[in-house]
């Protein structure tokens, strides 16, 4: 497993950008796929993004395609994601989660490791 932590969060307003960061301790970070996900209070936590472990492939929930886009540095061992045109449905708690998975992996089971989430809010 890895530890994560995020960072970035804050509030913005509609229309506006935040880059979320997640630092990830431990040496097989490369070797991760790493995925964003977002829980708004009474929902349920549900997936944003997945950058696989050589960055050849992402993957987006289709609420955000075109407007979040997901990255990330093995040699610094962050993920980033970039968020622009901000809506007010995307204000949540943002996570950064860590999968030894191969593939696509949407579900958060598919998923071992968790950062303690970040707050985004988007005001109207």
């Known amino acids: 497993q890895v530890q994560l932590v995020e960072s970035g969060g804050g509030v913005v307003q509609a229309g506006g950008s935040l880059r979320l960061s997640c630092a990830a301790s431990?040496?097989?970070?490369?070797?991760?796929?790493m995925g964003w996900f977002r829980q708004a209070p009474g929902k349920e936590r549900e997936f944003v993004a997945q950058?696989?472990?050589?960055?050849?492939?992402?993957y987006y929930a289709d609420s955000v395609k075109g407007r979040f886009t997901i990255s990330r540095d093995n040699a610094k061992n962050t993920v980033y994601l970039q968020m622009n045109s901000l809506k007010p449905e995307d204000t949540a708690v943002y996570y950064c989660?860590?999968?030894?998975?191969?593939?696509?992996?949407?579900?958060?089971?598919?998923?071992?490791?968790w950062g303690p989430g970040t707050q985004v809010t988007v005001s109207s």
């Open positions: 431990g040496r097989t970070f490369s070797t991760y796929g």
């Open positions: 989660a860590a999968t030894p998975r191969r593939f696509r992996q949407l579900s958060a089971r598919a998923y071992d490791s």
């Open positions: 950058v696989n472990w050589s960055s050849d492939s992402t």
